[in-house]
């Protein structure tokens, strides 16, 4: 498949049961909220999932969590070395950057700032094609906090069990949230961002949660329920991104306000003349 020749926007819809999405590390980790009580994951946490599913995928990835290093490499900028090789081999920083995006999905796709003491104290950036906006719930959330302690002594030599406090653990008990997303053509021309990598990109999406299991996000906890996929018949879109993205609406149902499941929202498509999304469950 050949560079991206059509723009795409995206939306998915995520929900979460008795979990934590994205824990805010300035609040003791509890999750994300707005002034008005919606719930929030960054897109920096979504962008993390990505990566992770791409390398699940088979793709190479440069910015990889140490819990899933498949290289050996301790930083990025050992990674980038080791790959790379020395940046003063290069003639100049656009060679640098053209061989990071052919070497990297996530590079040529949300691009990345090389600023290493191998970089000859240059910053040399790389503009990705995709951006992901922060997911929002569709309505306030209900965040819980649940005490945790020990059931073991920690130390030898302690008499009896000791009850010393853990500590916290925090956690939505229902949300809904949309997550949206574009891929430009002219970012992509640049970092050569196939047809193929946005087939990749899509699957990801729709498996975004899939071995993405930990305390705070229990198997089964987290689900994508639907992905809206637009494809545009050319580089710069018949639409907005903004636009398409409020064509996806869901509509709360119940008739007390507390949603409980996705079903407890009714999601609509608002017709788009001449443009037709892909329609996928998710994982």
């Known amino acids: 498949m050949g560079i991206l020749q059509n723009k795409i926007d995206f939306v998915a819809f995520a929900a979460v049961t008795m979990a934590n999405p994205n824990g805010d590390p300035l609040n003791g980790n509890s999750p994300r909220t707005d002034y008005a009580g919606l719930g929030e994951m960054s897109d920096v946490c979504i962008k993390r999932k990505l990566r992770n599913r791409m390398q699940d995928l088979g ?19 050992e990674r980038a070395s080791a790959v790379l090789g020395k940046a003063k081999e290069f003639k100049n920083s656009d060679d640098y ?23 000859k104290g240059m910053s040399i950036g790389v503009r990705g094609p995709v951006s992901v906006h922060q997911g929002v719930s569709l309505s306030p959330v ?17 008499k009896g069990r000791t009850s010393d406090t853990m500590g916290m653990k925090h ?34 999406l729709r498996t975004l949660f899939v071995n993405d299991a930990s305390s705070a996000r229990p198997e089964g906890s987290m689900e994508v329920v639907k992905l809206y996929w637009f ?16 064509s996806v609406q869901a509509e709360l149902v119940v008739p007390d306000g507390l949603p409980t499941c996705a079903e407890d929202y009714k999601i609509t ?12 469950d998710g994982v």
């Open 97 to 119: 950057a053209k061989k990071a995006c052919q070497t990297w999905l996530d590079v040529r796709a949300f691009g990345q700032v090389f600023a290493f003491k191998d970089t």
């Open 269 to 280: 498509l608002e017709p788009l003349p001449g443009l037709e999304p892909e329609i996928l």
């Open 59 to 77: 793709q190479a990835v440069f910015v990889q969590s140490a819990d899933r290093c498949d290289d050996g490499c301790g930083s990025l900028s």
């Open 142 to 158: 209900q965040v819980e906090d649940m005490q945790i302690t020990k059931s073991v002594n920690g130390e030898s030599g302690e």
């Open 171 to 204: 956690f939505v008990r229902f949300g809904l949230y949309k997550i949206k997303g574009s891929i430009n053509v002219q970012l992509a021309e640049r970092t050569g961002f196939t047809e193929e990598d946005a087939d990749i990109l899509k699957e990801c």
């Open 231 to 246: 494809c545009h018949n050319c580089k710069d879109g018949q639409y907005s991104s903004a636009k398409v993205h409020r």
